[in-house]
């Protein structure tokens, strides 16, 4: 009998990825997608610099100052780590990136998953082992950078727009939608795997379908079309395990008339009442130097009627303040258009030049202090507008949806009681208001979607107690 004992095969331990997410909740998906397919092929996630045998840089280009805060995050990288593979809207531009840092391991640019998984392969291949090599590794369960309970879905890659102020066409390509079944299909996944709230994201989202010419696809029997009316219907039709309707929030929406068709579904409670709307300014003139549309008067005309028919509806738009050849004028235009469109969020920007973009070489550039003069001057109005429809709210019952359980207030102040951060259908996570509770049972926790009674409010934000 042969008694010869074997020495056990050990299989190595699984190689460690790390990931720095820059910029918008477009690249944090792409961000997603890219380690739930290195986990599938077997790597391990690291939380930090040091645990890491690579790591990953995803990058912001739309602005300068992106792109530097893009090249520190390199740099911090290699310095904590040293083994860094860069991916991103930046990466676009490779030379830049090799001539600030020349120990990159690898450039690739935005949504080129393939390449910066086989990066990962050459830079630090999977040590799975030979036996476990052959066995398909389970990818069910997609990795999330953001909480359980909301979800990012990105239903479009580029923009069919020429913008002066923007590249993005030129980083991302023009208008590539995915197709509405499989757009459908991860909705619904995610839903059933416990998301509360849908988040939809594109350059575009009024323009989803047109590449496609609106091509319908089978969806639970009947046809669908691959347009954002049709996507908004079916996506208020996804129930959560619990047998509620998942909170729908639109982004990036350009206000096209078929828009229109969406406010209804608000108003029926199948959507979210919030529209994310990118007017970027008011003045006729600037917006045709931005190479956007004018229609400012019939905007103000369509945001009566949508108010009219969802008195709910939650309006947010950011707007650049500054930008070339921006007189006293256009700007007391942009002001007054705001205090008579009354939107509910509102961010500014001051005009930054981009490298590439056709603004840059618009006469009458705007002084540095008249820019931070004008911005100050619009956030103070905004500021207003938006306090005093928070105040309206007082004594009003809504419903929240809960981020974190523990914290009464901003100042971390619970007054003796279990206190909880949530927000409301008016407050898209990270850009807006929230909604800060006292009082909360012991079971509340993040992702529960409750009504509150609102007590008080400030300028951007709620102070609530659960009925």
């Known amino acids: 009998m042969d008694t010869q004992t074997r020495t056990p095969h050990t299989i190595p331990a699984a190689k460690t990825v790390g990931m720095v997410s820059l910029g918008c909740p477009k690249a944090l998906v792409d961000s997603e997608r890219i380690l739930t397919r290195l986990r599938a092929d077997g790597y391990a996630m690291s939380p930090d610099y040091a645990g890491a045998d690579v790591v990953l840089v995803n990058t912001c280009g739309f602005l300068d100052s992106a792109k ?12 904590e780590n040293g083994r860094v593979i860069v991916t991103g809207c930046m990466g676009e531009d490779a030379d830049a990136i090799r001539a600030a840092h020349p120990r990159v391991l690898a450039v ?30 389970p990818s069910q369960i997609d990795i999330k950078l953001t909480p359980r309970h909301y979800s990012y879905l990105k239903i479009s890659e580029g923009c069919n727009h020429s913008c002066a102020f923007c590249i993005i066409p030129d980083l991302r390509g023009k208008l590539a939608s995915r197709r509405i079944d499989a757009v459908l299909r991860e909705a619904e996944k995610l839903v059933a795997a416990g998301t509360k709230e849908l988040l939809i994201i594109s350059q575009d989202t009024s323009a989803y379908g047109v590449d496609t010419r609106h091509e319908s696809r089978e969806w639970k029997g009947r046809e669908v079309r691959a347009h954002m009316t049709d996507l908004a219907r079916e996506l208020g039709q996804l129930k959560t395990p619990e047998g509620a309707t998942a909170w729908t929030r639109l982004h990036y929406v350009y206000p096209y008339p078929h828009v229109d068709a969406v406010i209804p579904l608000m108003a029926d409670g199948l959507l979210t009442p919030y529209l994310d709307i990118p007017f970027q300014h008011a003045s006729p003139k600037v917006l045709k130097a931005m190479r956007r549309p004018a229609n400012e008067a019939k905007v103000l005309e369509r945001l009566k009627s949508w108010r009219a028919i969802c008195p709910d509806i939650a309006i947010r738009s950011s707007f650049v303040v500054g930008f070339p050849g921006e007189t006293e004028e256009d700007f007391q235009y942009l002001i007054d258009w705001l205090e008579e ?16 973009a056709r603004a840059n070489a618009l006469p009458d550039p705007v002084p540095e202090g008249v820019k ?79 009504d509150v009674q609102v ?13």
């Open 455 to 467: 007590e008080d409010a400030d300028a951007h934000d709620l102070y609530a107690v659960p009925v």
């Open 341 to 356: 469109a009354q939107l509910d969020r509102v961010g500014a920007f001051r005009f930054e030049p981009v490298e590439g």
């Open 372 to 450: 931070e003069e004008r911005y100050a001057r619009l956030m103070e109005v905004t500021a207003r507008i938006s306090a005093a429809k928070l105040q309206a709210k007082i004594g009003k019952t809504i419903p929240v949806i809960v981020d974190e359980v523990g914290e009464a207030d901003e100042d971390g102040d619970t007054a003796g009681s279990r206190g909880a951060n949530a927000r409301s259908q008016a407050d898209a996570p990270e850009i807006d208001g929230n909604v800060f509770l006292r009082n909360v049972p012991a079971t509340l926790t993040p992702g529960d979607i409750l």
């Open 108 to 137: 690739t640019g935005a949504h080129q998953y393939e390449q910066v998984v086989d990066a990962v392969h050459t830079h630090a291949p999977p040590s799975q082992g030979p036996f476990v090599d052959l066995v398909p590794q």
């Open 68 to 79: 530097e805060e893009s090249l520190a995050a390199i740099g911090e990288a290699i310095a």
